[in-house]
């Protein structure tokens, strides 16, 4: 049966106060359109996990959804730090929030950890750091079977993961190229799991290339289809990474009233990515559209 | 943070000038070898690395955090995922595996790092300055940085020489340098290490205890200058060396090709 939504059903449905929450996507395909779905609904007291918070929380937290966040590295990249992030671990604005601090292979491992149902990861990572004495989801094991030792990173199990991939059938068996990230971790070790995807494709076509399915339809509650749904992060062969929006962050969010007008601007003022993208103008996104390079096709050969 | 807190030009005796952010590109490619796997960071590390794959190393092979293996931008890329570095690499892996089978087991060479504090060891703050339950300056953390610290065989940190970068020792351990000298750093079962600090007024080298000291001076630096900034007694090689300045080949790479806007250099005229 069609997983088929709009994201304001979805968000609707999967997203609770108090949930945690992993929107996944290594710079590539973030669910920015997720992230302020989840923003005009009025989530509150939210974890939110990622490795990279980016600016996709920096919103959140802007916004007063966020009670604790859970990363490994929280800057704008390229460009210098998260100016609501640094507000919220600073000065408790708007909202107090925890930190759960990891390095990225740390970060990973513990998702790995919860997409295999293990009790931990171990990982040669956080040697000689001062990061194990303030998160105690870091311990360092020694080996069972001779004179060495490790770090052992719990499970993250998020309640909610939010994934994007370039396109998936109604199910959600969905082809993702580009950067993998930790896509996939994050969609296994979740409870409820949203795909967003640039477009809808039939079964057809993911079975003819299966080597590029990175997320099944069995890991999948519901399906979104959602063209620039990772405006300004990127779709590999869609769209390219909308720099200017990234640099001129620092500015935007600099304090709390300019975010605020932004916020207003591009989250509050329009009801959907729809909007936001008419918003944006065919101008803007017709700069970020990259010229086309086809890999050279496979033949998986016909078997009988 | 790519962007350095203090620029100087400096006049050469020909009409050529350069900048020391120019120079500390220069610097960095020239520790980088053909053969070198390289994981590379944004900014300045990115321009080093493609000035030498242009220059000296054309089979380095740039790796990055995101997954990507053999990247050739055709423009440097402002994050480490941008497309144009997965768009004609050798592979994209997911970033489990890029931590996993490549760094973690040894098979990258060289890895850059930055940060808000080095320490005499080499041991790196990029994570708080102050408490860190209450932090004076709350900063982006380790992302890749403590691995990359542990596991590459030579790392190298750029970054422009303040006062305030260069305590004796840093508030917060990120990236582990030489802790404990390099005894200790053996003690933990850790290879490799720091190999060379590039700032913009030298390249400084560890000695056999691992402690920081100054290997080069810059054209426009001087012994007090860095010694004034630097929260502890430095040591100055004993042949201390001029670094060679950038030739007109490397200028006009970094000027025309890798950072037309200058996004990541101030530049001369």
């Known amino acids: 049966m069609s997983k088929v939504t709009s994201m304001h059903d979805a968000v609707a449905t999967a997203v609770d106060d108090g949930d945690s929450l992993y929107l996944a996507g290594f710079t590539h395909l973030i669910p920015f359109a997720a992230g302020h779905e989840i923003i005009r609904q009025g989530r509150t007291d939210l974890e939110l996990i990622r490795a990279t918070p980016d600016l996709i929380y920096d919103q959140l937290i802007a916004a007063g959804c966020a009670r604790k966040v859970t990363f490994s590295w929280a800057g704008n990249p390229g460009v210098g730090s998260l100016p609501a992030f640094r507000r919220a671990a600073e000065e408790g604005y708007p909202t107090e929030i925890e930190l759960e601090e990891y390095t990225h292979f740390g970060m990973i491992a513990a998702l790995e950890a919860g997409a295999s149902n293990l009790p931990f990861m171990p990982l040669r990572g956080f040697i000689g750091s001062d990061l194990p004495d303030h998160n105690d989801n870091i311990a360092r094991v020694e080996s069972p079977f001779g004179d060495d030792y490790v770090y052992a990173v719990a499970p993250i199990e998020p309640d909610v993961a939010v994934v994007r991939a370039q396109r998936a059938d109604e199910n959600g068996n969905a082809h993702l190229w580009g950067i993998q990230g930790e896509v996939k971790l994050a969609a296994l070790a979740a409870d409820t799991v949203i795909l967003s995807v640039e477009e809808q494709c039939s079964e057809e076509t993911i079975r003819s290339d299966p080597n590029r399915t990175v997320i099944t339809a069995d890991e999948v509650d519901h399906v979104v289809v959602e063209p620039y749904g990772s405006h300004p992060s990127y779709a590999q062969g869609y769209y390219g990474r909308d720099n200017e929006a990234y640099l001129s962050w620092a500015e935007t969010a600099a304090d709390r009233d300019t975010v605020e007008e932004w916020l207003d601007e591009w989250v509050y003022g329009v009801d959907d990515r729809r909007e936001y993208v008419e918003q944006l103008g065919t101008e803007r996104i017709f700069d970020l559209e990259p010229e086309t390079a086809y890999a050279t096709p496979v033949n998986m050969g016909e078997y009988r | ?269």
């Open chain 2, 1 to 269: 943070m790519t962007t350095d807190e203090t620029e100087t030009t400096t006049e050469t005796d020909t009409e050529r000038a350069y900048t020391n952010s120019e120079l500390m590109v220069v610097a960095a490619a020239r520790e980088l070898e053909s053969d070198d796997s390289v994981l590379v960071g944004i900014g300045k590390p990115n321009l080093a690395c493609n000035v030498a794959k242009r220059t000296h190393a054309p089979e380095l092979r740039m790796v990055y955090e995101s997954g990507t293996i053999g990247s050739n931008p055709k423009t440097p890329p402002l994050s480490i995922g941008d497309p144009g570095l997965a768009a004609g690499a050798l592979s994209i892996e997911p970033m489990r595996n890029g931590f996993n089978y490549y760094l973690q087991a040894g098979r990258l060479d060289v890895g850059f790092l930055g940060g808000a504090q080095i320490d005499r060891y080499g041991n790196i703050n990029s994570t708080v300055i102050g408490d860190y339950d209450d932090p004076i300056v709350r900063l982006p953390g380790s992302g890749g940085a403590c691995e990359i610290a542990c596991h590459v065989n030579r790392t190298m940190i750029i970054t422009p020489h303040t006062e305030r970068r260069f305590p004796e020792e840093v508030d917060f351990i990120t990236s582990p340098g030489y802790v404990g000298g390099r005894e200790g750093r053996a003690e933990l079962g850790l290879d490799g290490g720091p190999e060379a600090v590039i700032t913009d007024l030298g390249v400084y080298r560890f000695n056999d205890d691992g402690e920081l000291y100054v290997d080069s001076l810059h054209p426009s630096a001087t012994r007090d200058e860095i010694q004034s900034k630097t929260g502890w007694e430095i040591e100055f090689a004993d042949d201390l060396q001029q670094t060679a300045e950038p030739t007109d080949e490397e200028l006009r790479l970094i000027r025309e090709e890798l950072d037309p806007e200058e996004l990541y250099t101030d530049q001369a005229e």
